[in-house]
């Protein structure tokens, strides 16, 4: 091996601390590189790539060092190595200044990113830097190469056609200093390069244009310039509503190349739309919606530049790749023809913005495009793609009306219970949930004893009474059936609350319904009508029998309503479900003479209710009792609790005490501040108009689901001392000088959207924070807490689960009655 000497032992790395966060380590190991094949690098130039972000966000691997495109010097290698790859890779040699990309945020090998001072990378995956570039522009460049490499493979265009080609080009080009002359081509095939004005959208013209293709571009009219610059034979606006005809007109219906390099639904349409009626191949560089193919003649492909190592990527779906050897083979062809297109000064690395302050500067430029008004595309659960808005969009964007964003509309595709509900209009139209924003600060008061009563009667049911032993619980399960006795005196009332039938049923059309999500959401509507039957076979059969518990309430429910009141003179229930009939008898009443709507109604607002705020809980409980060892926490609370509510006797709790309980609501902020129960983004909305356009001059097209990334927010360090550790009395303690006032667990704003966020915020949120803060007073009222003693009296850690921060399955902690 030869090394540069005194190499050190350990450097600094940014790692991935949670979804879309990251932590500067001083003393991360240096990554392995002991065998023939691999190179160290000192990274002296990193550039921020859309997917270092989006990965984190996605996909978090805590513990892995971040980072993708770099620029370096070979520090390290083998000497004996001997391989048949390409004279400039096999001859590497201390001191060379190489290029390439890495696989960062890797949950196999951890230690190696490009937001390191070292990196480790084989040799058949660098590039020699041209003596004509800099390090700097370098570093712009790999990752786009090689997926264009990629796209041209999944094109199924010949590399050695592609290598013939290029090499009459390179002969030209070292003739002349005019590197987007004319050259003598073989063929005149057009190829459209989709987003032309991005770093790999340019450098595909430029490979295209060297390669012997005819490269087209659609692009803004801003970027049109720069594309023809690079070699771009024609451009279109995408904006044109003429666009894809334009371009069937242009190549004379004979398009059958398309790469995507943005890679929605409205780009895929348009690719779709412009290639000739023959067919041909279209190949996106993100998950593409499987509505969007709606040509058999052409054939869609999708490429991730990661498979290019020959290893699985285990992120979470829908980029969990297998093993994709085939791309390992082109990889291998396509590096060494690349080498010889950058020699000859046929790619031009994009413009550049430089950022000073090295690798303490990488976070603040990953959340750039969110804080600092621009927004990034990624790929949903569902067929669509998302686009992230910034920050600074927000106040914009919840002014404007429901008919040009709308909320219902982005929830109605997300929660399809079209097919879970057997309707659509349970959230089309989800006038149950009005109720709840209309009446329900007005019944608050008198709502809070009988949600105390059913707690009083769920606890000791659950979770014993013996003052002796310890008794060990699952936490979650048995939340669930608290919260689900204390939300149903709210939904249905003092009736069916109690009934462990009902109660089982309810969960269980959750659990449908959420099955019915993951079988629908990400397949086009014609395989939707399949796998939505399918699914919801079970939960019709589950709502048909809740209608049944229902039918004898309802019944007695529709008679008071018929009587015009009660004659004994007793007030009416004032339950949601009395609400429900009340309204449906006014504004609906073709569905109140229907149990079933107004059973599947019921079935809607349990769904809302129960399923999160179980997960909400059991991450407040579990926070509570992970932070008791460094902040005392529990003390802490059972002094407020005693304080503020009087101790044991929870007969005189009120809407006007809970307001005092400011270190149990710290405490509950905290915890939503920290995990996502309801997802890393915020405030989703649907454009419903063209032409629409925020004050940053993002243009949105109607279709796009737009919605705000609130793991960048809720972690910011500007805005948190320490902002990934749990500070149960964050938001408690005295203000110091300058402080703003201190927000409460239900006060919404752009940096905190666990419930939304302007008109449209989740308006049982009151409801449900004197819930949490009834459940944490009688728990830590009545009962001593602990960890099992497998756990070593540390906290379990929470998992993702798509862009779901939950509780970890199966967690347990120890409960035993206290002697009061």
């Known amino acids: 091996m030869t090394t540069i000497s005194s190499l050190p032992r350990t450097q600094r790395a940014l790692k991935v601390a949670n979804s879309n966060t990251f932590d500067l380590i001083p003393n991360a190991p240096i990554p392995a590189f002991d065998d023939n094949d691999t190179v160290l690098i000192r990274v002296v130039h990193v550039a921020i790539n859309p997917v270092d972000g989006k990965s984190a966000d996605l996909s978090p691997t805590p513990g892995a060092t971040s980072g993708t495109d770099f620029a370096g010097i070979v520090v390290a290698l083998q000497t004996d190595a001997h391989d048949n790859t390409d004279k400039s890779q096999s001859t590497l040699k201390i001191g060379d200044r190489v290029m390439g990309f890495v696989f960062g945020n890797n949950p196999q090998i951890r230690d190696n990113g490009a937001f390191a001072e070292y990196v480790a990378v084989s040799r058949r995956f660098l590039w020699c830097v041209p003596t004509h570039m800099s390090l700097e522009a370098a570093a712009s460049l790999p990752v786009g190469i090689a997926s264009v490499g990629l796209a041209l493979h999944y094109?199924?265009?010949?590399?050695?056609?592609?290598?013939?080609?290029a090499l009459k080009s390179v002969a030209a080009a070292s003739k002349s200093r005019d590197r987007h002359g004319t050259f003598d081509h073989c063929d005149n095939v057009f190829v459209l390069v989709y987003g032309g004005g991005t770093s790999t959208g340019a450098i595909a013209i430029q490979v295209l244009k060297a390669s012997g293709f005819t490269p087209i571009a659609c692009c803004s009219l801003e970027s049109a310039g720069r594309a023809k610059h690079l070699g771009a034979a024609a451009t279109f606006d995408y904006q044109s509503a003429t666009c894809g005809r334009d371009i069937r007109e242009y190549t004379n219906d004979s398009l059958t190349y398309a790469i995507?390099?943005?890679?929605?639904?409205?780009?895929?349409?348009?690719?779709?739309?412009?290639?000739?009626?023959?067919?041909?191949?279209?190949?996106?560089?993100?998950?593409?919606?499987?509505?969007?193919c709606v040509r058999r003649s052409i054939v869609p492909a999708w490429i991730c530049s990661y498979t290019q190592f020959g290893q699985p990527i285990s992120w979470n779906p829908p980029y969990n790749l297998d093993e994709r050897p085939g791309d390992v083979r082109a990889a291998a062809e396509w590096y060494s023809l690349a080498q010889k297109l950058l020699d000859a000064g046929l790619i031009e690395a994009p413009c550049l913005e430089n950022r000073a302050g090295g690798l303490s500067s990488l976070r603040e430029g990953i959340n750039?495009?969110?804080?600092?008004?621009?927004?990034?595309?990624?790929?949903s659960v569902g067929v669509h793609t998302a686009m992230i808005m910034p920050e600074s969009a927000m106040n914009w964007a919840m002014s404007q009306p429901d008919d040009t964003l709308s909320i219902i509309h982005a929830f109605s595709e997300l929660n399809q219970t079209k097919y879970s509900?057997?309707?659509?209009?349970?959230?089309?139209?989800?006038?149950?949930?009005?109720?709840?924003?209309?009446?329900?600060?007005?019944?608050?008061?008198?709502?809070?004893?009988?949600?105390?009563?059913?707690?009083?009667?769920?606890?000791?049911?659950?979770?014993?009474?013996?003052?002796?032993?310890?008794?060990?619980?699952?936490?979650?399960?048995?939340?669930?059936?608290?919260?689900?006795?204390?939300l149903s005196r709210f939904i249905v009332g003092s009736g069916l609350c109690r009934d462990e039938t009902y109660l089982g049923l309810a969960y269980k059309v959750i659990l449908g319904m959420m099955t019915t999500i993951w079988a629908t959401l990400p397949y086009p509507e014609f395989m939707r009508s399949i796998t939505g039957p399918i699914s919801s076979w079970h939960t019709q059969r589950n709502i048909s029998r809740i209608q049944e518990l229902l039918k004898p309430l309802y019944n007695e429910r529709l008679s008071t309503l018929q009587n015009k009141g009660r004659s004994d003179g007793e007030q009416q229930p004032q339950d949601l479900l009395m609400m429900m009939m009340r309204?449906?008898?006014?504004?609906?009443?073709?569905?109140?003479?229907?149990?079933?709507?107004?059973?599947?109604?019921?079935?809607?607002?349990?769904?809302?209710?129960?399923h999160q705020s179980t997960i909400v809980a059991t991450n407040i409980i579990l926070n509570t009792l992970g932070s008791d060892a460094a902040f005392n926490t529990i003390a802490m609370l059972r002094d407020e609790i005693t304080n503020v509510l009087g101790g044991t006797d929870s007969a005189g709790w009120s809407k006007e005490r809970f307001s005092q309980m400011t270190k149990t609501d710290s405490v509950a902020r905290e915890s939503m501040r920290l995990n996502f129960p309801l997802g890393t983004r915020g405030s989703m909305r649907t454009v419903?108009?063209?032409?629409?356009?925020?004050?940053?001059?993002?243009?949105?097209?109607?279709?796009?689901?737009?919605?705000?990334?609130?793991?960048?927010?809720q972690v910011d360090a500007d805005r948190f001392e320490e902002p990934h550790k749990f500070d149960p009395f964050r938001f408690s303690r005295p203000l110091k000088e300058g402080e703003g006032p201190k927000d409460a667990f239900v006060t919404t704003s752009p940096q905190y959207l666990p419930f939304g966020h302007g008109k449209h915020a989740c308006p049982g949120r009151f409801m449900v924070d004197d819930m949490f803060k009834m459940i944490l007073a009688h728990l830590l009222t009545h009962y001593d807490l602990a960890w099992p003693s497998e756990y070593q009296g540390k906290q379990p850690p929470s998992i993702w689960q798509a862009e779901l921060s939950v509780p970890p399955p199966g967690a347990r902690i120890l409960v035993k009655r206290r002697k009061i």
Not at 155 to 165: D, G, V
Not at 266 to 278: H, K, V
């Open 583 to 610: 309204f449906a008898q006014k504004k609906r009443p073709n569905e109140l003479a229907n149990l079933s709507i107004i059973t599947r109604r019921v079935c809607a607002a349990n769904f809302v209710a129960m």
């Open 155 to 165: 094109l199924h265009i010949s590399m050695q056609l592609l290598r013939e080609e």
């Open 421 to 486: 509900l057997g309707n659509s209009r349970y959230w089309s139209d989800p006038w149950q949930l009005s109720l709840v924003k209309a009446h329900l600060s007005s019944i608050l008061p008198s709502l809070i004893p009988q949600l105390n009563e059913e707690l009083a009667d769920a606890l000791p049911k659950h979770l014993g009474t013996d003052t002796e032993n310890w008794k060990e619980i699952e936490l979650e399960r048995t939340l669930r059936k608290v919260i689900s006795q204390m």
């Open 260 to 292: 995507d390099c943005i890679s929605e639904s409205t780009s895929m349409s348009l690719c779709y739309e412009a290639i000739g009626s023959t067919g041909g191949r279209y190949v996106s560089l993100d998950p593409f919606p499987i509505r969007g």
């Open 688 to 713: 419903m108009k063209d032409g629409l356009q925020s004050p940053e001059g993002i243009r949105l097209q109607k279709g796009t689901t737009i919605s705000w990334l609130a793991s960048c927010a």
């Open 368 to 379: 750039e495009y969110s804080k600092h008004g621009k927004a990034v595309l990624v790929p």
